[in-house]
Protein backbone atom coordinates (compact mmCIF):
# COMPACT_ATOMS: atom_id res chain seq x y z
CA UNK A 1 0.00 0.00 0.00
CA UNK A 2 1.31 3.53 -1.09
CA UNK A 3 1.41 6.59 1.43
CA UNK A 4 -0.68 8.18 -1.22
CA UNK A 5 -3.44 5.72 -0.56
CA UNK A 6 -3.38 6.11 3.28
CA UNK A 7 -3.32 9.95 3.11
CA UNK A 8 -6.45 9.35 1.00
CA UNK A 9 -8.16 6.86 4.08
CA UNK A 10 -6.98 9.95 6.08
CA UNK A 11 -8.77 12.69 4.21
CA UNK A 12 -12.03 10.07 4.05
CA UNK A 13 -11.81 9.30 7.62
CA UNK A 14 -12.04 13.31 8.17
CA UNK A 15 -14.51 13.67 6.06
CA UNK A 16 -16.92 10.99 7.47
CA UNK A 17 -16.10 12.14 11.18
CA UNK A 18 -16.97 15.82 10.58
CA UNK A 19 -20.40 15.16 8.86
CA UNK A 20 -20.95 12.32 11.02
CA UNK A 21 -20.47 14.77 13.87
CA UNK A 22 -23.32 17.31 12.40
CA UNK A 23 -25.52 14.94 11.35
CA UNK A 24 -25.45 13.23 14.87
CA UNK A 25 -25.57 17.02 16.15
CA UNK A 26 -28.77 17.69 14.07
CA UNK A 27 -30.55 14.81 15.00
CA UNK A 28 -29.94 15.12 18.48
CA UNK A 29 -30.91 18.70 18.94
CA UNK A 30 -34.01 17.90 16.52
CA UNK A 31 -34.91 14.88 18.94
CA UNK A 32 -34.52 17.13 21.80
CA UNK A 33 -36.57 19.58 20.72
CA UNK A 34 -39.34 17.38 19.83
CA UNK A 35 -39.43 16.36 24.00
CA UNK A 36 -39.68 19.50 24.52
CA UNK A 37 -36.08 20.08 26.12
CA UNK A 38 -35.03 23.80 26.73
CA UNK A 39 -32.59 25.43 24.47
CA UNK A 40 -30.03 25.95 27.00
CA UNK A 41 -30.06 22.51 27.80
CA UNK A 42 -29.45 21.55 24.61
CA UNK A 43 -26.54 23.86 24.33
CA UNK A 44 -25.07 23.11 27.22
CA UNK A 45 -25.15 19.13 26.75
CA UNK A 46 -26.73 17.28 23.21
CA UNK A 47 -24.35 20.29 21.25
CA UNK A 48 -22.04 20.59 23.05
CA UNK A 49 -21.20 16.70 23.41
CA UNK A 50 -22.34 16.24 19.12
CA UNK A 51 -19.41 18.38 18.47
CA UNK A 52 -16.68 16.94 21.01
CA UNK A 53 -17.86 13.40 19.17
CA UNK A 54 -14.65 13.39 16.82
CA UNK A 55 -12.32 13.09 19.49
CA UNK A 56 -13.98 11.12 21.45
CA UNK A 57 -14.53 8.56 18.96
CA UNK A 58 -11.07 9.34 17.45
CA UNK A 59 -9.38 8.84 20.50
CA UNK A 60 -11.36 5.44 21.60
CA UNK A 61 -11.06 3.62 18.28
CA UNK A 62 -7.19 4.65 18.52
CA UNK A 63 -6.93 3.37 22.59
CA UNK A 64 -8.58 -0.13 21.56
CA UNK A 65 -6.90 -0.95 18.69
CA UNK A 66 -3.69 -0.40 20.79
CA UNK A 67 -2.42 2.81 20.07
CA UNK A 68 -2.77 4.85 23.07
CA UNK A 69 0.14 7.67 22.09
CA UNK A 70 -2.35 8.20 18.50
CA UNK A 71 -5.29 8.84 21.39
CA UNK A 72 -3.77 10.79 23.28
CA UNK A 73 -1.61 12.33 21.11
CA UNK A 74 -5.08 13.49 19.34
CA UNK A 75 -6.59 15.76 22.77
CA UNK A 76 -2.87 16.77 23.80
CA UNK A 77 -2.71 18.35 20.28
CA UNK A 78 -6.32 19.43 19.84
CA UNK A 79 -6.30 21.21 23.23
CA UNK A 80 -3.28 22.79 21.58
CA UNK A 81 -4.53 23.06 18.47
CA UNK A 82 -7.33 25.13 20.07
CA UNK A 83 -5.44 27.51 22.32
CA UNK A 84 -2.89 28.45 20.14
CA UNK A 85 -4.11 28.66 16.40
CA UNK A 86 -8.07 28.63 16.78
CA UNK A 87 -7.81 31.40 19.76
CA UNK A 88 -4.89 33.01 17.92
CA UNK A 89 -6.47 33.31 14.78
CA UNK A 90 -9.98 34.45 15.44
CA UNK A 91 -8.19 37.24 17.58
CA UNK A 92 -6.29 38.57 14.41
CA UNK A 93 -9.24 38.52 12.55
CA UNK A 94 -10.88 40.71 15.04
CA UNK A 95 -10.02 41.59 18.84
CA UNK A 96 -12.28 39.32 21.08
CA UNK A 97 -13.79 41.09 24.31
CA UNK A 98 -14.00 38.10 27.26
CA UNK A 99 -17.03 37.87 29.83
CA UNK A 100 -15.40 38.17 33.60
CA UNK A 101 -16.98 35.05 34.27
CA UNK A 102 -14.75 33.09 31.65
CA UNK A 103 -11.47 34.41 33.13
CA UNK A 104 -13.13 33.88 36.73
CA UNK A 105 -14.21 30.48 35.86
CA UNK A 106 -14.15 28.58 32.54
CA UNK A 107 -10.19 29.06 31.92
CA UNK A 108 -8.88 28.02 35.85
CA UNK A 109 -11.21 25.14 35.03
CA UNK A 110 -9.19 24.33 31.94
CA UNK A 111 -5.83 25.21 33.71
CA UNK A 112 -6.82 21.97 36.03
CA UNK A 113 -8.06 19.83 33.44
CA UNK A 114 -4.79 20.18 31.95
CA UNK A 115 -2.01 20.18 35.22
CA UNK A 116 -4.18 16.89 36.29
CA UNK A 117 -3.51 15.12 33.02
CA UNK A 118 0.05 16.45 32.71
CA UNK A 119 0.88 14.97 36.13
CA UNK A 120 -1.41 11.76 35.96
CA UNK A 121 0.75 10.60 33.01
CA UNK A 122 3.64 12.41 33.63
CA UNK A 123 3.86 10.17 36.86
CA UNK A 124 3.72 6.54 35.79
CA UNK A 125 3.04 6.99 31.75
CA UNK A 126 -0.43 5.43 31.48
CA UNK A 127 -3.96 6.80 31.66
CA UNK A 128 -5.38 3.69 34.07
CA UNK A 129 -9.22 3.16 35.11
CA UNK A 130 -8.36 5.55 38.32
CA UNK A 131 -7.11 8.21 36.56
CA UNK A 132 -10.24 7.96 33.72
CA UNK A 133 -12.42 7.26 36.57
CA UNK A 134 -11.31 11.00 38.21
CA UNK A 135 -11.29 12.57 34.71
CA UNK A 136 -14.81 11.48 33.96
CA UNK A 137 -16.07 12.58 37.70
CA UNK A 138 -14.37 15.72 36.80
CA UNK A 139 -16.57 15.97 33.63
CA UNK A 140 -20.09 15.10 35.67
CA UNK A 141 -18.86 17.85 38.01
CA UNK A 142 -17.91 20.57 35.24
CA UNK A 143 -21.35 20.13 33.64
CA UNK A 144 -23.28 20.20 36.78
CA UNK A 145 -21.34 23.39 37.32
CA UNK A 146 -22.49 24.46 33.68
CA UNK A 147 -26.13 23.53 34.22
CA UNK A 148 -26.45 25.23 37.99
CA UNK A 149 -24.95 28.42 35.80
CA UNK A 150 -27.50 28.06 33.42
CA UNK A 151 -30.38 27.62 35.71
CA UNK A 152 -29.00 30.58 37.74
CA UNK A 153 -29.49 32.62 34.70
CA UNK A 154 -25.43 33.17 33.77
CA UNK A 155 -24.92 34.00 30.32
CA UNK A 156 -25.72 31.35 27.54
CA UNK A 157 -22.70 32.03 25.65
CA UNK A 158 -20.20 30.28 28.22
CA UNK A 159 -21.94 27.40 27.08
CA UNK A 160 -19.32 24.56 26.55
CA UNK A 161 -18.10 23.92 22.87
CA UNK A 162 -21.75 24.64 21.94
CA UNK A 163 -20.61 26.80 18.63
CA UNK A 164 -22.69 28.56 16.28
CA UNK A 165 -26.24 27.46 17.92
CA UNK A 166 -28.08 28.79 14.87
CA UNK A 167 -26.48 26.69 12.72
CA UNK A 168 -26.14 23.34 14.35
CA UNK A 169 -29.93 23.58 14.74
CA UNK A 170 -31.87 22.05 11.75
CA UNK A 171 -34.03 25.16 10.01
CA UNK A 172 -36.94 22.72 9.81
CA UNK A 173 -38.34 20.65 12.85
CA UNK A 174 -38.01 17.42 11.86
CA UNK A 175 -40.39 14.24 13.01
CA UNK A 176 -39.04 11.79 15.93
CA UNK A 177 -38.17 9.28 13.28
CA UNK A 178 -36.37 10.97 10.91
CA UNK A 179 -34.26 12.58 14.09
CA UNK A 180 -33.16 9.36 15.44
CA UNK A 181 -32.34 8.10 11.67
CA UNK A 182 -29.95 11.06 11.64
CA UNK A 183 -28.75 10.28 14.54
CA UNK A 184 -28.06 7.04 13.58
CA UNK A 185 -26.68 7.74 10.64
CA UNK A 186 -24.26 10.61 11.55
CA UNK A 187 -23.21 7.99 14.71
CA UNK A 188 -22.56 5.31 11.84
CA UNK A 189 -20.25 7.92 10.14
CA UNK A 190 -18.31 8.57 13.30
CA UNK A 191 -17.66 5.07 13.60
CA UNK A 192 -16.29 4.33 10.00
CA UNK A 193 -14.98 7.66 9.93
CA UNK A 194 -12.98 7.09 12.83
CA UNK A 195 -11.66 3.83 11.79
CA UNK A 196 -10.38 5.08 8.48
CA UNK A 197 -8.46 7.68 10.16
CA UNK A 198 -6.96 6.10 12.79
CA UNK A 199 -5.85 3.58 10.21
CA UNK A 200 -4.81 5.96 7.60
CA UNK A 201 -2.65 7.55 10.37
CA UNK A 202 -1.15 5.14 11.94
CA UNK A 203 0.08 3.55 8.67
CA UNK A 204 1.71 6.84 7.55
CA UNK A 205 3.60 6.69 10.70
CA UNK A 206 4.98 3.62 10.30
CA UNK A 207 5.84 4.25 6.70
CA UNK A 208 7.48 7.41 7.30
CA UNK A 209 9.21 6.37 10.58
CA UNK A 210 7.16 9.10 12.09
CA UNK A 211 6.17 8.03 15.64
CA UNK A 212 2.12 7.50 16.71
CA UNK A 213 2.59 10.44 18.86
CA UNK A 214 3.87 13.27 16.29
CA UNK A 215 0.95 11.88 14.08
CA UNK A 216 -1.59 12.47 17.32
CA UNK A 217 -0.24 15.45 18.37
CA UNK A 218 -0.49 17.11 14.69
CA UNK A 219 -2.33 15.42 11.54
CA UNK A 220 -5.27 13.50 14.05
CA UNK A 221 -5.37 16.78 16.34
CA UNK A 222 -5.82 19.26 13.44
CA UNK A 223 -8.47 16.99 11.64
CA UNK A 224 -10.52 17.03 14.51
CA UNK A 225 -10.19 20.62 15.36
CA UNK A 226 -11.59 21.44 12.35
CA UNK A 227 -15.28 22.30 13.53
CA UNK A 228 -14.21 24.42 16.68
CA UNK A 229 -11.46 26.71 14.01
CA UNK A 230 -14.73 26.95 11.77
CA UNK A 231 -17.03 27.91 14.51
CA UNK A 232 -14.83 30.09 16.03
CA UNK A 233 -13.46 32.21 12.76
CA UNK A 234 -17.06 32.49 12.10
CA UNK A 235 -17.94 33.86 15.42
CA UNK A 236 -15.20 36.18 15.76
CA UNK A 237 -16.00 37.81 12.39
CA UNK A 238 -20.15 38.27 13.39
CA UNK A 239 -18.20 39.87 16.44
CA UNK A 240 -19.28 37.00 18.96
CA UNK A 241 -15.89 36.78 20.53
CA UNK A 242 -17.64 35.00 23.63
CA UNK A 243 -19.21 32.11 21.52
CA UNK A 244 -15.50 31.94 20.44
CA UNK A 245 -13.37 31.55 23.41
CA UNK A 246 -16.19 29.35 25.04
CA UNK A 247 -16.14 27.27 22.21
CA UNK A 248 -12.77 26.52 22.30
CA UNK A 249 -12.58 26.14 26.61
CA UNK A 250 -15.75 24.12 26.32
CA UNK A 251 -13.65 21.91 23.91
CA UNK A 252 -10.37 21.54 25.79
CA UNK A 253 -12.30 20.87 29.15
CA UNK A 254 -14.57 18.07 27.44
CA UNK A 255 -11.52 16.60 25.12
CA UNK A 256 -9.48 15.81 29.02
CA UNK A 257 -12.43 14.77 30.90
CA UNK A 258 -15.07 13.35 28.67
CA UNK A 259 -13.36 11.72 25.94
CA UNK A 260 -9.98 10.42 27.39
CA UNK A 261 -12.26 9.98 30.96
CA UNK A 262 -14.50 7.89 29.09
CA UNK A 263 -11.85 5.96 26.63
CA UNK A 264 -10.01 5.10 29.54
CA UNK A 265 -13.06 4.02 31.37
CA UNK A 266 -13.12 1.51 28.24
CA UNK A 267 -9.45 1.09 27.77
CA UNK A 268 -7.21 1.71 29.80
CA UNK A 269 -4.03 3.47 27.67
CA UNK A 270 0.08 3.33 28.49
CA UNK A 271 1.60 6.06 26.98
CA UNK A 272 5.13 6.76 25.64
CA UNK A 273 5.05 9.67 22.81
CA UNK A 274 3.91 12.18 24.34
CA UNK A 275 6.83 14.10 26.07
CA UNK A 276 6.99 16.58 28.82
CA UNK A 277 7.73 19.32 26.34
CA UNK A 278 4.28 18.85 25.10
CA UNK A 279 2.17 18.51 28.32
CA UNK A 280 3.98 21.19 29.08
CA UNK A 281 2.72 22.83 25.66
CA UNK A 282 -0.61 21.50 26.97
CA UNK A 283 -0.45 23.96 30.28
CA UNK A 284 1.65 26.41 29.11
CA UNK A 285 -0.65 27.45 26.44
CA UNK A 286 -3.64 27.97 28.63
CA UNK A 287 -1.91 29.37 31.26
CA UNK A 288 -0.41 32.47 28.38
CA UNK A 289 -4.81 32.70 27.22
CA UNK A 290 -5.41 33.37 30.66
CA UNK A 291 -2.85 36.14 31.60
CA UNK A 292 -4.06 37.82 28.20
CA UNK A 293 -7.47 37.14 29.01
CA UNK A 294 -6.96 39.55 32.25
CA UNK A 295 -5.87 42.55 30.41
CA UNK A 296 -9.23 44.15 30.14
CA UNK A 297 -11.12 41.21 29.39
CA UNK A 298 -9.63 41.06 25.75
CA UNK A 299 -7.12 39.08 23.34
CA UNK A 300 -6.14 41.43 21.13
CA UNK A 301 -4.94 41.31 17.72
CA UNK A 302 -1.17 41.09 18.77
CA UNK A 303 -1.59 38.80 21.55
CA UNK A 304 -3.45 36.46 18.94
CA UNK A 305 -0.73 36.77 16.75
CA UNK A 306 1.68 35.35 19.40
CA UNK A 307 -0.48 32.51 19.76
CA UNK A 308 -0.31 31.72 16.61
CA UNK A 309 3.66 32.14 15.90
CA UNK A 310 3.97 30.03 19.28
CA UNK A 311 1.53 27.02 17.68
CA UNK A 312 3.88 27.56 14.23
CA UNK A 313 6.82 26.92 16.54
CA UNK A 314 6.11 24.15 18.30
CA UNK A 315 5.13 22.22 15.08
CA UNK A 316 8.72 22.97 13.90
CA UNK A 317 10.21 21.69 16.77
CA UNK A 318 7.86 18.35 16.49
CA UNK A 319 8.78 18.11 12.93
CA UNK A 320 12.46 18.73 13.72
CA UNK A 321 12.03 16.24 16.46
CA UNK A 322 10.32 13.49 13.76
CA UNK A 323 13.35 13.65 11.49
Given at each position: ??????????????????????????????????????????????????????????SLVSALKG?????????????????????????????????????RRDVPVAI???????????????????????????????????????????????????????????????????????????????????????????????????SEAVIGLT?????????????????????????????????????????????????????????????????????????????????????????????????????????
Open positions: MTTFYFLLLIVAGAVLVLKGADWLTDGAVALAERMQISQIVIGLTVVALGTSAPEFCVTADLAVGNVVGSNIFNTLLIVGVAAMVAPMSILPLTVVASVVLSVMVLLDGDVSRWDAAILFVGFLLFMWMMLRGAKNGEAAENAPDSGDSSSDTPKKKLGVWAALGLLLLGLACLVLGSNLFVDGATSVAQQLGVIVAGGTSLPELATSVVAARKGNSAIAIGNVLGSNVMNILLILGGAGLICPMAVKGITTVDFAMLTGSVLLLWLFCRTKFTVARWEGAVLAALFLGYMAWLLVQSV
